[in-house]
Each structure stands twice: as structure tokens, then as C-alpha cells.
């Protein structure tokens, strides 16, 4: 094993399959932590919307169903495309490592403007929940305000997420390009590729919630 | 874990680089641990001036500082200070971090940069709660609750929170760097069950770090949210609940008790089987009552709010739990007793602090059963008793572990011995003054007198003159360390690798140690308080 040590292991470690390992778990651990910090959201956002089942209705029915639905389509294929780059690096296949983070990232890019887009559009229709001269009236005003503010503070938190996996993702392109990852070492390739199927599952989650689950009912 | 590291010649971590940007920029876990020491006692001596403050307020009836508005913004301080500034990172961004690795043979822990990145972290998180706290200061109490903190009061609560928001994260990478480093990073033969108990207790500690501080994160976003943009989910008038903040606050807040406390566990369950040169009683029972602390720990955060009118039938399942969760925390001092029983005890600087521990604890936790009992609480709920509660837990027993830890690895740390008489003597006046100023506030919470209050009725002066008489010997006691440790610095005796014959190997390495640790990875083969020299009589005892 000496010649894994040299140049990738930190002293602490023994050998470079022992520190991939642990940079892994370390990713893991990262990953709990952040499905308490979102589960925390969806806990109250749920038990909000037992007390106010009309008004959170009627505020999903405001929602861009088109834009979310696409953005659900993108971020899937996105994973997919990531884990195809995975693939590709543990047989050694670095330019296909590479086209994949550009796809990855590019179609991240793509999330991210649909989302502006539909901000945009809901600000144009008067749903943001501290506005004066709010869409929905009535009954369903404050529960159609509560939904809004989920919905802002979700997508916000989410669409963080996003631009740090964008920056990741291009950062792993570069050091891909730069010859750094090898089929017998990418340890931050896949790293990186849990912390992007984690951004991920948190949409395929937010997603019922914002769109499906008013309209059903 | 079989590289051998060659030297040519063994620098100490302390000697290995003198630059200011060779320490602000290390990786080292020793130095980092040593940065952070640094910057909780600024921290520290912060809160504690608020203390000093309040504690001067409350000698005349009607409030010596007169404004009332200001002695809620002094108690906010300290509490906001004390809790997310020193008590929660306290031992383990500086013990924790320094020892664990040297514990368990290892070189460093498993991610130095995001070590370092923490510190980083929890200075700018430090830098926006100081900002928001000299800017003009927040009257909302430690506690945030809402709608007080999202619609009326004054001052910078976005500032204070985002600054405790910042600092969470830096808690989560030190939880998150222990739990990995624990796992992957013992030495051959070190096996779970041959680890000390200090490990244990820091493992239980990082998962609630892990567990419990995202929560805190979320609730604080929507809290900000809703401060910046009055309306959120905490407001009633659109169909939010404050009753949701208290939930989710006390969901991060009960668990942080444990954090506070289970390194104080740890600590004491080295020191003690040490200064008593006994194995200690019981091993795997210590073991797993931190484990079951940390796991009830996370069910019984209700009973903060058996008077908000929260449904009793969840009052009583909290107030069954808190029960319960005193079990596991008694089984240990039964531990340590029967440690000490028939021990060759040696009242050393770090014992005296451990044994203040120890009872400080139980006084404070046996008044906590009281507070989880439903009926005592609507009378005792939010009065001084519960200030007297929760101080006798944090600061007289978490404090004194941390004065034990810091005087039990200071040789190790520094390569010096401190002045042991006047260690002695600073050990003894803390738990002097600690007593002095919180025992009267148990019978003034008894009596009534609320906590967060700036005046009171005259029939209470003497309680209060009485413990603020206690807290300036307090202060006293906790300045003392501040010289006698910096002297011996210079001044003090040069450390030998094992000053107290303590079994473990952080005491095998060289005091200080180099910057890797061991030259050769350490082999274990035996438990972890392997004291079977009952008549070994310690130098200078
Ligand atoms: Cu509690």
C-alpha cells in the first residue's frame, strides 16, 4: 500500500483507503445533521398546516406548478448524470468525469434560473406573506400567508444548498481536469456526489409538499 | 495505523513553528485547542462582568443601576454569552480537542482544516453577538421567545441570533470531527470498551451536537424571518403558534444541558479513579449511563413548559421523563463514590475541583427533580430557584470540571506544573463562593422572588446582599487561575510525561507532546484505569 500513501493521506491516516473511508462518514454525519435541520422545517410547516388545512390549500394553489415540476425532472436527471461521472471515474475515464460535473453543474445553473423565475412571477402575483396588499383574502389570507412563508423560507434554504453543490460540483470539474482524480482515488468525487443526491432528495421532498398535497385536497 | 513518523529531532507543537501565522493558520489539534482556550476566556470574562453586574443591581431593592431596561439587556448578555459562547464549546473545543486524539493514539483528529474552519466559524459567530450585544444589546433573555422576540423588543436580535446561528455550525463540525475521529482513528487493540470514559462522554456530547443543533438553526432562521418581516410562523395572527417556538427551542435547549454537562462526566470519571489510584467503580455502567443520558436527554424538553398551557397529558409524559433521566446521572456519582471508597485518596488541585463537582452536581440535579415534579413547578417555575437549579449544574459543576480538566492536563499542555498550593486554595474559595452566592437564591426562588426581575421587595435584601457578597469571592476564585496559570508559564516547574501516574495514553507522549503525537503509533492492550498501585505515594502530596 505504500505508494497509496504519499500523496493524497494526511498523517493521522494509515493509508488512503482508511482516510477515504472516514471522509466519507464524515459526509454521511454532515448529511444527518442537515435532515434534522430540514426535517425541523417540514415538522412545523406539517403540524402549521393541521390547524389551517384551508388556507394552506388555497395558498398551494397559487404556486408555479410547471416550473416545480420541471425543476423535480432537472434535479433528477441531474443525480443521474452526476452518478454517471462516478461511474465513469472508477475505471479511470477522466473526460467523462468531467463532461458530467459541466452537465451537473449546467443543469443546477438551470434549477436555480427557473427558481428566480418563479420568485419573480410569484412577487408579480402578490403572494409574498408580508406584503400589504396580499392575493388571497378572507378566510384563507392568514393561512395562505403561513403557507408563503414556507414556501419562501424552503425554497431560499434550498436554493443555498444548490449554489454550494453548483460550486462543488465545478470544483471537482476543475480538479478532474487538472488530472487530480484517478480510478484509484476520488474520494472528493464522491463526497461531493452525496452531498449533490442529498440536495437532491430534499427537493423530492419539498415538492408534495409545495405543489401536490394543496391541489389534492 | 501502521506509519511510523521520523523526526530528526522531537520539536514540541509548541516550539514547531513560532510565527503569528503559523498558529492562525494550523491544522494542529493542540494549537487549535489552544486558540480556542484563548478565545472562551475572553468569552468568559465577558459574561462574567454581566454577572458582576446583575449580581451589583440586585444589592438595593429598587435596582442599584436604576434602569431596568438596562438589567434586562445585562442578563441577555450573559446568558446569550455564557451559554453559546463558553459553556456549550467549552470542553470540548479545548479539553475535547486537544486530549481526544492523544487519548485514543491518535495523530491529529480525522479533518484538521474543518477543525481550524470552526474556529474560524465560532470567532465570526463571537464577532455578531458582540457586535449585536455593544451596539446596544438585546432584552429578550437567552431564551428568544417569541412573539417578545419577533415583534417587541428592542435592540439587535437578528445580529445575536445569526451570531449563534454561525457559532451552531461550529459546534457541528467539532461534534461531527469527534464522532469520525472516534470511530476510524483508535489505536491497534483499542477497542470500545478499553476506552476511557472521557471518550465516551465526548462521543455522546458530539452526537447531541450533531442531533439537536440544526434545529436550533431552523428555529432561528424562522425566528430571523419572521423579526425581519413581521410575519412568520410564531404569530398567532395569522394562524402561527409561540407555543411552536418554545417546542422546537427546548428541543435543541434540554439536550444542551447535556452537552454542558457530559464532558464534566467525562473529566471527573478520569481525575478521580487517578487521585484515589483505584480503578474505577464500575466501568460499563459509567459507560452507558452517558449513552442513555444523551438518548432520554432528547424526550423530555416539555417540562420548560409545564405553565404554558401546553396539554397536561404531555406535561405528565415529560415530568415522567425527567424522571427517568436522572437515573443514569445518579448511577454515576454512585460511581464515583464508590471509586473513592477505600481509595488512597490525594486531595490534588484537579480532585478538589472534581470532587466540587461532583457535589455541586448532585445538589443541582437533585433540585431538578423538584422542578420536573408538576405540582413544585407552577410554584417554582421561573423564579430564582431555577436560576439556582440550573447554575449549580452549569457553572458550579460544569465550570469546576473545566477548572479540573485544565488543571489535570495543564503539564501535559504547557510542559509545566502549575503552583499546586494556590491551586489548591483558588479550588477551595470557588466552591466557597460558588455556595455562598447560589444557596440563598434557592430559598429566594422558595419565597418567590421571580427571576429577570430589576427590583424586588424589600423582605428579600438580605438573601440577595448575601449572594452577591458570594459572587465577588466567586469572582475572586475564578481570577486567581488567570495569574497563578499564566506564571507558570514561565515560571513553573518543567512537567514530566506522567506527573500523576495516570493510566492513559496521553500520558505516555512527551509533555508537551510534538506536533504529531507519538513517533510510533501506540499498541493497547489493556483497560482503560489500570490503577493497581494502591500505595504509590504521588510527589509533593
Ligand atoms: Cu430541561
Known amino acids: 500500500m505504500s505508494e497509496d500513501v504519499a500523496p493524497h493521506t494526511h498523517f493521522q491516516y494509515a493509508d488512503a483507503r482508511h482516510q477515504a473511508d472516514s471522509a466519507i462518514a464524515g459526509m454521511w454525519l454532515f448529511l444527518a445533521t442537515e435532515v434534522l435541520f430540514f426535517g425541523g422545517l417540514i415538522l412545523t410547516w406539517i403540524f402549521c398546516r393541521h390547524w389551517q388545512p384551508e388556507g394552506f390549500t388555497a395558498g398551494a394553489h397559487e404556486t408555479v406548478l410547471w416550473i416545480g415540476t420541471t425543476n423535480l425532472a432537472l434535479l433528477l436527471t441531474s443525480s443521474f448524470v452526476y452518478a454517471l461521472g462516478q461511474a465513469a471515474i472508477e475505471v479511470g475515464r477522466v473526460r467523462m468525469l468531467v463532461w458530467c460535473c459541466a452537465l451537473t453543474a449546467g443543469i443546477g445553473v438551470v434549477f436555480i434560473g427557473l427558481k428566480l423565475l418563479e420568485w419573480h412571477i410569484d412577487l408579480d402575483e402578490h403572494l409574498w406573506p408580508a406584503a400589504a396588499r396580499f392575493k388571497l383574502e378572507g378566510g384563507e389570507a392568514a393561512g395562505g400567508r403561513l403557507f408563503w412563508v414556507f414556501y419562501f423560507v424552503a425554497t431560499a434554504l434550498h436554493a443555498v444548498h444548490m449554489a454550494i453543490g453548483i460550486v462543488a460540483v465545478a470544483w471537482i470539474a476543475l480538479r478532474a481536469r487538472r488530472g487530480d482524480f484517478g480510478a484509484h482515488w476520488h474520494t472528493p468525487v464522491t463526497v461531493v456526489g452525496l452531498y449533490w443526491s442529498f440536495v437532491d432528495m430534499v427537493w423530492v421532498v419539498l415538492y408534495p409538499l409545495i405543489y401536490v398535497v394543496g391541489r389534492l385536497t | ?541
Request: glycine content about 8%; hydrophobic content about 50%.
Open chain 2, 1 to 541: 495505523m501502521s506509519q511510523t513518523v521520523t523526526a530528526t529531532r522531537a520539536l514540541s507543537y509548541l516550539e514547531d513553528g513560532k510565527t503569528l501565522r503559523s498558529w492562525l493558520l494550523t491544522t494542529d489539534h493542540k494549537r487549535i485547542a489552544i486558540l480556542y482556550a484563548l478565545s472562551i476566556t475572553v468569552f468568559f470574562f465577558i459574561g462574567g462582568s454581566a454577572a458582576a453586574l446583575i449580581r451589583y443591581n440586585l444589592i438595593t431593592p429598587e435596582g442599584a443601576l436604576r434602569s431596568a431596561e438596562t438589567y434586562n439587556r445585562l442578563f441577555t448578555m450573559h446568558g446569550v454569552i455564557m451559554v453559546w459562547f463558553f459553556l456549550v464549546p467549552a470542553a470540548p473545543v479545548t479539553i475535547g480537542n486537544f486530549v481526544i486524539p492523544l487519548m485514543i493514539g491518535a495523530r491529529d483528529l480525522a479533518f484538521p482544516k474543518i477543525n481550524l474552519m470552526s474556529w474560524y466559524l465560532f470567532m465570526a459567530g463571537g464577532a455578531c453577538a458582540l457586535y449585536a450585544l455593544f451596539a446596544g444589546g438585546v432584552d429578550t433573555g437567552w431564551t428568544f421567545y417569541a412573539p417578545l422576540s419577533s415583534n417587541y423588543a428592542q435592540g439587535h436580535v437578528v445580529a445575536v441570533v445569526a451570531g449563534i446561528f454561525i457559532s451552531g455550525f461550529s459546534t457541528i463540525a467539532t461534534g461531527l470531527n469527534f464522532v469520525v475521529t472516534i470511530h476510524r482513528l483508535r489505536a491497534p487493540g483499542l477497542t470500545w470498551y478499553r476506552l476511557p470514559v472521557f471518550i465516551w462522554s465526548f462521543y455522546a456530547t458530539s452526537v447531541i451536537f450533531l442531533l439537536a443543533t440544526p434545529v436550533l438553526a431552523i428555529t432561528l432562521v424562522l425566528l430571523s424571518f419572521e423579526r425581519i418581516f413581521h410575519v412568520g410562523v410564531f404569530d398567532p395572527r395569522i394562524g402561527g403558534d409561540p407555543l411552536l417556538f418554545q417546542h422546537m427551542f427546548w428541543f435543541y435547549s434540554h439536550p444542551a444541558v447535556y452537552i454542558m454537562v457530559l464532558p464534566g462526566m467525562g473529566i471527573v470519571s478520569q481525575i478521580i479513579p487517578c487521585f484515589s489510584r483505584k480503578e474505577l467503580f464500575g466501568y460499563k455502567f459509567v459507560v452507558w449511563c452517558s449513552i442513555a443520558i444523551a438518548v432520554i436527554g432528547f424526550f423530555v424538553w416539555g417540562h420548560h413548559m409545564f405553565v404554558s398551557g401546553q396539554s397536561p397529558y404531555a406535561s405528565i409524559v415529560f415530568s415522567l421523563l425527567s424522571y427517568f433521566v436522572a437515573v443514569p446521572s445518579a448511577i454515576k456519582v454512585f460511581n464515583w463514590l464508590g471509586t473513592m471508597h477505600k481509595g488512597r485518596i490525594h486531595f490534588n488541585a484537579p480532585m478538589i475541583y472534581a470532587l466540587g463537582f461532583v457535589g455541586l452536581f448532585t445538589s443541582g440535579g437533585l433540585t431538578g427533580l423538584f422542578l420536573a415534579a408538576l405540582a413544585a413547578d407552577v410554584h417554582l417555575h421561573d423564579t430564582y430557584f431555577v436560576i439556582a437549579h440550573f447554575h449549580f449544574i452549569m457553572v458550579g459543576g460544569m465550570v469546576s470540571a473545566y477548572f479540573a480538566a485544565l488543571h489535570f492536563w495543564w503539564p501535559k499542555i504547557t510542559g509545566r506544573m502549575y503552583p499546586e498550593t494556590i491551586a489548591r486554595g483558588a479550588a477551595l474559595l470557588m466552591f466557597l463562593g460558588f455556595n455562598f452566592t447560589f444557596l440563598p437564591q434557592y430559598i429566594l426562588g422558595y419565597l418567590g422572588m421571580p427571576r429577570r426581575y430589576h427590583s424586588y421587595p424589600p423582605e428579600f435584601q438580605v438573601l440577595n446582599v448575601l449572594s452577591s457578597a458570594g459572587a465577588s469571592i466567586l469572582a475572586a476564585a475564578y481570577a486567581l487561575p488567570l495569574f497563578y496559570l499564566t506564571w507558570s508559564l514561565f515560571r513553573g516547574e518543567r512537567a514530566p510525561r506522567n506527573p500523576w501516574r495516570a493510566t492513559g495514553l496521553e500520558w505516555t507522549t512527551d509533555s508537551p507532546p510534538i506536533t504529531k503525537n507519538f513517533l510510533v503509533t501506540p499498541t493497547v492492550t489493556s483497560g482503560p484505569y489500570d490503577y493497581n498501585d494502591p500505595h504509590t505515594k504521588l510527589a509533593d502530596v
